[in-house]
């Protein structure tokens, strides 16, 4: 019985320890894809479409900058990405969520790109605060929507 009891202590304690935070290398390569065989058009503008389709209202686009911001007030979880994210533990209904996308010409043909999302907070004093999501699910299944859309794209001849 003494036996079962510490054994169930140990699994309670280990069930319970918190992961340690990430590097930044290791949040650079959950964040960042490469993009190869299509033009920065293409990327940009697969990026845009995916957002705008899982319901995001682009806030600030700059392409010559390889930026798009673009942020979304979940009521549901209906879409794979918000599913994958509510199943991370982390999607909260109501609240804001913000993404911001920086994308980089390598050259002609291959486009690096990195995501970034965030769970925003509105703070009393008018300003807000955003809290990183690094969930791997999340990022790979926003990440194979936006692959699928270039590829689609590439298949129209647009990239």
Same mark, same amino acid.
């Given at each position: ?47 845009? &479409? ?5 319901g995001y209202v682009i #806030?600030?686009?700059?392409?010559? $900058? *390889?930026?798009?911001?673009? +942020? %979304? ?36 043909? &291959? ?8 769970? #925003?907070?509105?703070?009393?004093? $008018? *300003?807000?605060?955003?809290? +990183? %999501? ?26």
């Amino acid at each position: 019985m003494k036996k079962m009891l510490a054994a169930l202590s140990v699994l309670f304690i280990v069930g319970c320890a918190t992961q340690p935070p990430m590097s930044p290398q290791q949040r650079r390569a959950l964040q960042s894809r490469t993009f190869e065989s299509t033009t920065m058009d293409n990327v940009f503008r697969a990026f845009k &479409t995916v957002l705008q389709d899982e319901g995001y209202v682009i #806030k600030n686009q700059d392409m010559n $900058g *390889g930026l798009i911001v673009a +942020e %979304i007030q979940k009521s549901d979880s209906n879409s794979a990405f918000w599913g994958a994210l509510a199943g991370s533990g982390d999607y909260k209904t109501g609240q804001v969520y913000e993404v911001s996308v920086n994308l980089e010409s390598v050259n002609k043909s &291959t486009i690096e790109t990195r995501l970034t999302l965030q769970e #925003k907070s509105l703070m009393k004093s $008018g *300003g807000s605060q955003g809290n +990183e %999501i690094l969930d791997a699910k999340v990022y790979q299944t926003l990440y194979q929507k936006i692959k699928t859309e270039v590829e689609r794209r590439k298949a129209q001849g647009k990239g």
